[in-house]
Each structure stands twice: as structure tokens, then as C-alpha cells.
């Protein structure tokens, strides 16, 4: 019996049968479980060594620049889907800091790392609102805002700060002595 046309009309379309492979099943289950996993986001995770950084540009295929500060090195990447990622690095070299823009917001459970269990227990407490928003926990200072095809954000482990800095709202500045 042949399966019916969506249309529901009388022509009717060839069962197909390709032969059974336990090999071809498994190799075919192989190359899925790749594509899922090249299909993640890449990024280095917060609070985490910055070693990652070349993994996540040879794996996004994405621009990679370094800027260094007197406290701190930021290593901004730019994915070809218009996500662009600054990592701020700490000189002990772990990541302190992230700030996001693009067309969409970034997956937060790869940039959070650890520290995303805290951040969704926290925001699952915020009432819904629309507009710009700050999250602040004992570890996190979160921020994000934006709409459709422009969205922004930062987060921010407070302990790690590089001495001689502090966050003003979601910005980080430098002491004033």
C-alpha cells in the first residue's frame, strides 16, 4: 500500500524501502551526534581559564581581535551570524567578563558555564517586564536589553574583578582613589 498525497486526491507515492544496516544506522547516528556538536555555540566560559579562546575562533570561523588594558586583556570574537562576544581576561588569565551584542541573544548556559544554575534560579524570581534589566546575585552581575535583531548584554563575576576595578551598574570602571 503506497502512502496518500497530502491533498487527499487519489495519487499516491511509492513506499520507499532502503535496506537495514546496523553499521549504516550507527554511522549515520555518529554524524548527527557531530553536526550537534559543531552546531553549539563556542564561546569560553565565564570564570573560566581563557585557553579556549582559539578553540572558539577556529570553531566559529570568527574574527578574533586582543585588546590589553593596565588590569585586563579583551579578547573579542565575531561570529559570521553578527554575534559579536568581548571576554574580558583577568592577568591571571581567567575570564571575568562578558559583553554581547547581535542579532539574538547568545545561549546563556555556554557563556555562564557553572555559574548558570545561579543565574536562571535568580531571573526565574524577576517579574516579567519589558525593557532593560539588571540581575545581581552573591557571584553575578547580569545585564541585558535590547529587541528584535538587537540585543545586548554583560556578565560579570564579581569576585574576579582585576584589583583597582568595580562595576558602576553593568559598566565596568576603574577606582577612584
Not at 511509492?14 to 548527527?32: Q, V
Request: proline residues 6%; charged residues 15%.
Amino acid at each position: 500500500m503506497g502512502l496518500r498525497h497530502a491533498s487527499g486526491f487519489g495519487r499516491t507515492l511509492a513506499k520507499a524501502s532502503a535496506p537495514k544496516s546496523k553499521s549504516g544506522c550507527a554511522a549515520l547516528r555518529r554524524f548527527g551526534f557531530i553536526l550537534c556538536l559543531l552546531s553549539l555555540p563556542a564561546w569560553a566560559v565565564l570564570g573560566q581559564s581563557a585557553a579556549s579562546l582559539k578553540t572558539d575562533q577556529a570553531v566559529l570561523h570568527s574574527r578574533w581581535t586582543m585588546v590589553r588594558h593596565a588590569t585586563y586583556t579583551v579578547a573579542r570574537l565575531h561570529a559570521p551570524d553578527g554575534l559579536s562576544v568581548e571576554e574580558y581576561i583577568s592577568p591571571a588569565g581567567f575570564i571575568f567578563g562578558l559583553q554581547w551584542r547581535g542579532p539574538h541573544p547568545p545561549d546563556m548556559s555556554a557563556l555562564l558555564g557553572a555559574y548558570f544554575a545561579e543565574y536562571r534560579h535568580a531571573a526565574s524570581s524577576l517579574r516579567r517586564h519589558f525593557g532593560p534589566w539588571i540581575l545581581t546575585t552573591a557571584h553575578l552581575t547580569i545585564s541585558m536589553s535590547g529587541h528584535m535583531r538587537a540585543f545586548r548584554g554583560s556578565a560579570w563575576v564579581n569576585a574576579l574583578l582585576p584589583p583597582g576595578m568595580r562595576l558602576a551598574g553593568s559598566r565596568l570602571v576603574r577606582n577612584e582613589s
